[in-house]
Structure formats: structure tokens, C-alpha cells
């Protein structure tokens, strides 16, 4: 890792402002949000280009397909549930089946807004997105992967949807190079596949690390959700043969979901899934509430402790049941 | 203290003595100091929160459970009862500590605030504690889900009443108006929304980010009755609480002028009030000044009584 921890928010708006310097298209968006994402540097340098909504989420979304129409490209972030949820409808038909080419990010994604209480969590972000069709989705996993995919999702020809979370990030990543739908082989091992995605890569890789030496694992961290990198996800199976995903997201439907549609008619691999039990997530310290779920370093080394001694199918130790609670039996 | 549906239900009028209603007033006052100082006995808990707009509504909510809402420590599952919401859900600290100066939560439990799994969650729950009764926090909900209850309480054959707070900030969330069509569609006069117009939100004044002036007169065209007061004046919310329904067969709207972050020192009309992160010495000092306040309001209360 290289740096300090860098706040993901300021990150990303530093990176919309650097590339809105060349690219004359980008306009942002604010429903009273742009300040707290990073963007007010932005809104004073370039006010003609910062449009303010005020809180309206869903008007801002339709406006933004609006704006797109005529070749801006614009950029909305807001707390996640307040650009996935409340505004969904928008999403879906002016965002989506409009394919325009807009761009929404929903930060303070999970449930990084701890003590805020279930309404500003957000884990069912992916699927919800990912449900419609033609959107990419992005999870970038550190602070150089956050400027790299803000940059990509400009470039990028069509909608984006992208989370960021809301604790200070270090940077694991040398550079900031990004292509959509490409997984990073983080770690190679023969025991056991992880699969992560986002903010959580970096605790998931130091749990890796702790856990090297008694289990071989063969890290794969995504920045993009949607498309999932199929190709690399079933290459690292086939060769283990036993699948764990992490993730800051309910177990129904997110990265898990996906990896097990994926693998469905794969034979011989099993998956099991690490993520947030099917619950409204109550209020509280962020490090508090990663611990209750396992998704602290602690926990996820303690998955991968676990996972490997049930071993793959090889061993025949394994049931092909997929676990439905977090951290089962921790 | 009488309610106003008592009075009304007695039939006395406002000449009932203005000494009385000087009484009455300066307990309201009183009663506003502690719910202030209890909103900073839960920063003392946990120093942070949406501390700006919970303060600029303490008057309302004070007058409303005080003095106008069937509501109590022993009302608190009554379905005849009174239904309060906080369509601005990030004023929780508001609520939470008007609760606990009614009783129907216990002081001891404001020191949970932050806490993980504490029943006072940044935005109210009401799988977690009494007396809350809608889970907002995103804004644009409390409204319709008033008039959901409003003509739920009318299917019913309930005298229950409604009272919304909204934030000025909010306004712009489309869910308000199409509540604000339905309220008035369905007359629901037992319906009254507050909009607590300190006049910021997080990215500054509510002027700048997106204008909604005239709130009252938008209300007024949605056919609602619509009366302008100053949200930190007790009495005055007492007025209108005693006029309800402004209008037979209308909703009725109160757009009450208020300063954000009332009674912070320094603080007071400040965007930074919004969510305050209070440093010890800061703390310390809005304690000493909310401290103050309260013997103040006292020392009032005991000189009416004279
Ligand atoms: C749907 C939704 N969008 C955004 C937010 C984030 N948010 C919380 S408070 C706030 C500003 C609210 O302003 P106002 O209603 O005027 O409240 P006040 O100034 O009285 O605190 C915003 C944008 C939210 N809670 N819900």
C-alpha cells in the first residue's frame, strides 16, 4: 500500500473536476449534495456548469437524462439510496431505457453511513442497478481505481452507475489506470477464489494476507459489478474450485448473486457468500457494525479460515448449500 | 396543563385571562430551555448530530405534544391517539428529547444516542422506540404518509389528528406536492403540516439552492388554509394550534419562520449548525448557555405566577 488513507469522497470530486477541465460536456449535478461530494471546489471554479436541484432527486435524475439529450454528459452524486431508490423509476426509463448517457454516483455506499440509520444505508445498490439493462456498474476499490473509473465512466459511451463509501481509503493500486469489466488477479493461490468488489478490497486483501502461509488464496478484486469479469471469475474457479464473495451489500442479489448465476451450471465449485443478512441494518459505529457482520478484517480472515476447512468439493467435505446468514456460525 | 381540546371541549374562550395565558406561556418557555438542554445531554453522549435543525423546531414540537396533541405516556399505543411526524427525520434529536420532557421516554435512555443499536437512531425508528411513529430520514416521506393516516383515522371514525414538520430544504421532493394535491383533494382538515423555514439546508440558503418561495402561497393554491408565524414564538403556535382547522375542510399549513441552530451560541443562523460535531470546549459552552436558559425561563415562570 503506498500513501496514507485518502477520503473517497474528495477523491472522487477532485477527479470529476480534473477531467471536466478538458472535457467541456460534463456538467454536475447537486441535490443539495455536490458540496459533501467533493464537488464544491468545482461548483465555485465552474458555476455555469454546476447545476443545483436542491433536494429533488428524482427531478435531478430526469433533468440529467435531459441534459444528456443534448450531448452534455452530467454527473449526479448523492447518498446512495437517494440516487437508486428514490429515483428509481427515473433511472430505469429516462437513464436506462432512454440510454442516456448520464452518470450517477451514490456515495456513503453500504452501510458507511453507520450511525444514520437504515434510510441512508445503501445494500441492494447493485442488483437494483444492475437490474436494468444497459447500465454499467461501478465499485472502485481505492483511491487511485476512484479516479481512474471516474475518468473511464466519462469516457465510457452510455449510463454508469458508481458507489464509493465514506471512510478515509488507502491506496493499494500504483497507478490509476481502470477498464470497465476488468478484475484485478490480486493474489495467486490454489485453495480458495475471493471475489471482492469496492472499499471493501482493501480489508479484503490484508485479510488475505493474514491468513497466507495456512490458506492459498486467489484474490480477485473488481472495480466494475456490472459487467462481472465472467471470464476471470471462472478461470479462478475452475482452478479452485471453491468460491468465497465479500461484500458490503445484502446477500440477496449483489456480487454473491451474480457469482452464483454465473456459476450455476458450473460443476464441481461451490460458493459461499459474505455479505449483510436480509435486514434493515441498525444505527451505529461503522467498525461496530462491520464486526456484527464479519466484514472486518477479523471477520473475513475468520471466513477464509473457515471456508478452507470445509475445503472444495475435492475433499467432499462441502455442501453445496449456500450459506443465507453472514459469517454463519462465527 | 390544558390541552386546546380541552378548552374547546369546555367551551372557554380566550378570555379565559391573559394572566393565565401568561402562565401557561412562560411553562411552554420552560419547557422549550430543558428540551434543549436534553438535545445537548445526547450530544454529551455522542458529540454529533443534525443539531442546527432539530433546534430551530423546539418551540413547535413542545407546543404540539404540550399543549395541543391527545398524546402520552399513556396515549402512546392508543389508536385515538394524535399522530406526530418528522418528515424531516434528521431533526430526530428534537423529537427524541420532547419525548423524554413528556415522559413518554425515560431521561437515561437520551445517553444511549449513538450507541450502536440504540433506540435513537440518527433518523427515528419506530420499531425502536415509543412515541415515533414513521421510520423518515429521507426526505419527501412524512407528508404522505400523513394523509394515509389522516384518511385512515376518518375510515376509522378516530378523532385522531395529524401534525407533519417538514424542513424548508425538503420542499423541492415532488412526494410533497402530490401529498399536498391529495391532502387537499380529500379534505383532510384534521391534517396540518408545519414548514420550518430557518431558511438553510447543508448547501447554504434555501434561497440559493433552489427557491420555493412563496411556500405559502404554493400551499394556498393547492387549496390548503395556510397561516405565517414565527416558529420560535410558543405563544403564537399556541394561536394557531387553538384555531385548527384554520378552514373547514382544508389542510391546514403553518409556515413558521425559525432560526436554525436557536440557542447555540455563535452558531445560531449558521450552515454549519446542520450536523454539528461539537468540540468539548463548544459542548461546554451551549451547555452553560442552554443551562442559563433554563433557570431564565424558571425565574419567568415563578414572576407570572405572582
Ligand atoms: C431524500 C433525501 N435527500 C437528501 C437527504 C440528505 N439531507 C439531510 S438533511 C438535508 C437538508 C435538509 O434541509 P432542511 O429540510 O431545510 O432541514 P433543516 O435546515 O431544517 O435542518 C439533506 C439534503 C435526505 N436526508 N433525504
Known amino acids: 500500500m503506498s500513501g496514507g488513507l485518502q477520503d473517497p469522497r474528495k477523491t472522487f470530486g477532485a477527479a470529476v473536476a480534473a477531467v471536466a477541465e478538458s472535457d467541456p460536456r460534463v456538467v454536475v449535478l447537486s441535490a443539495d449534495s455536490g458540496g459533501s461530494s467533493g464537488l464544491g471546489e468545482f461548483a465555485a471554479k465552474h458555476p455555469d456548469r454546476y447545476l443545483e436541484f436542491g433536494i429533488a432527486e428524482h427531478g435531478a435524475t430526469g433533468a440529467a437524462s435531459g441534459l444528456a439529450t443534448m450531448g452534455l454528459v452530467p454527473v449526479f452524486c448523492a447518498i446512495a439510496p437517494f440516487v437508486t431508490c428514490r429515483n428509481f423509476e427515473a433511472f430505469r426509463n429516462d437513464v436506462g431505457y432512454m440510454r442516456q448517457n448520464v452518470k450517477i454516483v451514490g456515495r456513503n455506499g453500504g452501510f458507511t453511513y453507520a450511525d444514520l440509520g437504515a434510510t441512508h444505508h445503501s445494500l441492494e445498490d447493485y442488483t437494483l442497478i444492475g437490474m436494468i439493462p444497459g447500465v454499467v456498474v461501478l465499485a472502485p476499490q481505492d483511491p487511485a481505481e476512484i479516479r481512474g473509473a471516474v475518468r473511464a465512466m466519462i469516457a465510457h459511451d452510455g449510463p454508469v452507475y458508481m458507489r464509493i463509501g465514506n471512510d478515509p481509503l488507502p491506496q493499494i493500486f500504483e497507478d490509476d489506470s481502470f477498464t470497465i469489466g476488468e478484475a484485478r488477479q490480486l493474489r495467486h493461490g490454489g485453495d480458495l477464489t475471493v471475489v471482492s468488489a469496492g472499499y471493501m478490497t482493501p480489508r479484503v486483501l490484508e485479510a488475505v494476507d493474514a491468513v497466507a502461509g495456512e490458506v492459498d488464496v486467489d484474490l480477485l478484486g473488481l472495480g466494475t459489478v456490472v459487467p462481472l469479469d465472467e471470464e476471470a471469475i471462472l478461470a479462478s474457479a475452475r482452478r479452485t474450485g471453491h468460491v468465497l464473495t465479500v461484500e458490503e451489500h445484502y446477500l440477496r442479489g449483489g456480487l454473491g448473486g451474480a457469482v452464483c448465476e454465473l456459476l450455476a451450471g458450473v460443476d464441481g465449485v461451490i460458493v459461499e457468500r459474505l455479505g449483510v443478512p436480509h435486514d434493515y441494518v441498525p444505527s451505529g459505529r461503522y467498525s461496530e457494525l462491520c464486526a456484527r457482520f464479519g466484514l472486518d478484517v477479523a471477520g473475513i480472515a475468520r471466513r477464509i479460515r473457515q471456508a478452507a476447512r470445509r475445503g472444495g468439493p475435492r475433499d467432499e467435505l462441502g455442501s453445496r448449500r449456500t450459506p443465507i446468514t453472514a459469517a454463519a456460525g462465527d | ?306
Open chain 2, 1 to 306: 396543563m390544558i390541552t386546546a381540546e380541552e378548552t374547546r371541549q369546555a367551551g372557554t374562550t380566550e378570555s379565559s385571562g391573559v394572566a393565565h395565558r401568561d402562565a401557561e406561556v412562560a411553562e411552554l418557555e420552560l419547557s422549550a430551555a430543558r428540551t434543549r438542554r436534553r438535545v445537548l445531554r445526547m450530544l454529551q453522549a455522542n458529540p454529533a448530530g443534525h443539531v442546527g435543525g432539530a433546534l430551530s423546531v423546539i418551540e413547535i414540537l413542545v407546543a404540539l405534544y404540550r399543549r395541543a396533541m391527545r398524546f402520552g405516556p399513556d396515549r402512546v399505543t392508543d389508536p385515538q391517539r394524535d399522530r406526530f411526524l418528522l418528515s424531516a427525520g434528521h431533526k430526530a434529536l428534537a423529537q427524541y428529547a420532547v419525548l423524554a420532557e413528556v415522559g413518554v421516554v425515560d431521561d437515561p435512555v437520551l445517553d444511549t444516542y449513538g450507541r450502536t443499536g440504540s433506540a435513537l437512531p440518527g433518523h427515528p425508528d419506530l420499531h425502536k422506540l415509543p412515541g415515533i411513529e414513521a421510520n423518515t430520514g429521507a426526505l419527501g416521506h412524512g407528508l404522505p404518509i400523513g394523509c394515509g393516516m389522516a384518511l385512515g383515522a376518518r375510515l376509522r371514525g378516530y378523532r385522531s389528528r395529524v401534525y407533519v414538520v417538514l424542513g424548508d430544504g425538503e420542499l423541492p421532493e415532488g412526494s410533497n406536492w402530490e401529498a399536498a394535491a391529495i391532502a387537499a383533494h380529500h379534505r383532510l382538515d384534521t391534517l396540518t403540516a408545519f414548514v420550518d423555514v430557518n431558511g438553510l439546508q447543508i448547501s447554504g440558503p434555501t434561497a440559493q439552492v433552489l427557491g420555493m418561495e412563496s411556500i405559502a402561497a404554493k400551499f394556498a393554491a393547492f387549496g390548503w388554509a395556510v397561516v405565517e408565524i414565527d416558529g420560535n414564538d410558543v405563544a403564537a403556535v399556541c394561536d394557531v394550534l387553538d384555531r385548527l382547522p384554520l378552514s373547514a375542510g382544508r389542510p391546514t399549513a403553518v409556515i413558521a419562520r425559525t432560526v436554525k441552530g436557536k440557542g447555540l451560541p455563535g452558531l445560531e443562523g449558521t450552515v454549519a449548525s446542520h450536523y454539528w460535531k461539537p468540540t468539548p470546549e463548544q459542548l461546554h459552552a451551549a451547555i452553560a448557555a442552554a443551562d442559563a436558559a433554563v433557570a431564565r425561563a424558571a425565574a419567568r415562570v415563578q414572576e407570572v405566577a405572582r
